[in-house]
């Protein structure tokens, strides 16, 4: 079977279907798989994510994906990580109680403690911290969709912040590893140019 050139990996509890339409509307070759070996044979792979980090984490490792996802970040591969999808690449949550994550980026996942309301759901504006391919043309003022009641704080990894009530992580990145807390398939503009970014680094 001929590998995919860019793996989205379906763990069964994400909301994949509007990055699935997003990846249509722009041609990208990409297919939507389950399977440890097409994620590890993949040029690129996407981990979106809803829902909780531990059961995130929980649904990964009862397919294998776990290592997967380790696998092809260790060799390279530019990898993206969308809303929980970026959660679980660093070392915990403490949601429901707390949970360990793939520990690929430094750093804990934490409830927001300063924020006006729980959960942070809706439109909020980006502040670009460095410049990096992923975040190409996208200036400080842009806006993103956000949906997520906890958040990574101080990172060596931001490539954008964003304020609600607390300073959080809303982009990160770290060599081929890139992410987002909110979903650039819901983002119009800004988060358009941030999948055509990464698209064009995973297969240029």
Request: aromatic share 8%; charged share 20%.
């Amino acid at each position: 079977m001929t590998a995919p050139k860019i793996a989205v990996i379906d763990y069964g509890g994400g909301n994949v279907g509007s990055l699935v339409a997003a990846l249509e509307k722009r041609g990208a070759p990409f297919a939507l798989t389950e399977d440890p070996s097409d994620v590890e044979r993949a040029q690129a792979a996407i981990l979106p994510g809803d829902g909780a980090f531990g059961a995130t984490m929980d649904a990964l490792r009862e397919r294998g994906l776990d290592a997967a996802i380790r696998r092809t970040i260790g060799a390279g591969r530019p990898f993206l990580g969308i809303c929980v999808g970026m959660q679980v690449l660093f070392d915990s949550s403490d949601e429901y109680g707390g949970a360990a994550g793939l520990g690929i980026l430094p750093g804990d996942v934490r409830r927001f403690t300063g924020a006006p309301r729980v959960p942070h759901m809706g439109w909020n504006d980006l502040v670009i911290e460095r410049t990096h391919p992923f975040v190409d043309g996208i200036a400080s003022g842009a806006w993103a969709y956000f949906l997520h009641s906890y958040r990574v704080g101080t990172t060596d990894t931001l490539l954008a912040s964003c304020d609600y009530g607390e300073r959080f992580a809303a982009i990160v990145a770290r060599d081929n590893v890139m992410a987002t807390q909110f979903h650039p398939e819901k983002s119009r503009i800004a988060g358009g140019r941030l999948l055509d970014n990464f698209l064009r680094i995973a297969v240029p």
